[in-house]
T-cell receptor, first 111, second 117 residues
Framework: GQQLNQSPQSMFIQEGEDVSMNCTSSSIFNTWLWYKQDPGEGPVLLIA?????ELTSNGRLTAQFGITRKDSFLNISASIPSDVGIYFCAGHGGSQGNLIFGKGTKLSVKP | GAGVSQSPSNKVTEKGKDVELRCDPI?????LYWYRQRLGQGLEFLIY????????KSGLPSDRFSAERTGESVSTLTIQRTQQEDSAVYLC???????????????FGSGTQLSVL
């Protein structure tokens, strides 16, 4: 079945640093999404990407839909302590497809 | 309510017992999903309900797992004869979808942490 490889698995950075994480797939997706999960909570949608090459920002977050439609990246600029959590990429193959989730990138920020 | 509500938030059970997990979706959301999240893992799709259509059960890992939904409201996920490998967080999500089109913008509940001893 479809799988997503998300990297890195975890990151431990200093407050103020920029962060970059990415996701690759063995197959093409029509939509890429990035979710964030805080401890003890369900994931919350951060950014949705619908078109190959699309670059979208949401505050300090920027995400891109890869040209090949098999990858996406998420950047966080000037990280702050509340950025801590697990970031999941997710791909959607089409109108009837299920969301496929990556295994997550755990972000820890040192003040 | 304002968001997706799940209960209980935590459940500890003994191996072999049955458990029932509940999900109240956002009012008006026609689609409802159940996912399983094992420790340190991504979200594993279990089942999908949309309106009165037959549910997509393709993600259920065994016949010990079943789920029901009453109309476009509450859903229950039942795990019979629980095993230790069933220990995980079970997440419910809902979305506002037109018939025949899955919306990727899911709103998740906080999950039920199931521990099977």
């Amino acid at each position: 079945g479809q799988q997503l490889n998300q990297s890195p698995q975890s990151m431990f950075i200093q407050e103020g640093e920029d962060v970059s994480m990415n996701c690759t797939s063995s197959s093409i997706f029509n939509t890429w999404l990035w979710y964030k999960q805080d401890p003890g909570e369900g994931p919350v949608l951060l950014i949705a990407l619908y078109k190959a090459g699309e670059l979208t920002s949401n505050g300090r977050l920027t995400a891109q839909f890869g040209i090949t439609r098999k990858d996406s990246f998420l950047n966080i600029s000037a990280s702050i302590p509340s950025d801590v959590g697990i970031y999941f990429c997710a791909g959607h193959g089409g109108s009837q497809g299920n969301l496929i989730f990556g295994k997550g990138t755990k972000l820890s920020v040192k003040p | 309510g304002a968001g997706v509500s799940q209960s209980p938030s935590n459940k500890v059970t003994e191996k072999g017992k049955d458990v029932e997990l509940r999900c109240d979706p956002i009012s008006g959301h026609t689609a409802l999903y159940w996912y399983r999240q094992r420790l340190g893992q991504g979200l594993e799709f279990l089942i999908y309900f949309q309106g009165n259509s037959a549910p997509d059960k393709s993600g259920l890992p065994s016949d010990r797992f079943s789920a029901e939904r009453t109309g476009e409201s509450v859903s229950t996920l039942t795990i019979q004869r629980t095993q230790q490998e069933d220990s995980a967080v079970y997440l419910c999500a809902s979305s506002d979808e037109a018939q025949g089109f899955r919306n990727e913008k899911l709103f998740f509940g906080s999950g039920t942490q199931l521990s099977v001893l």
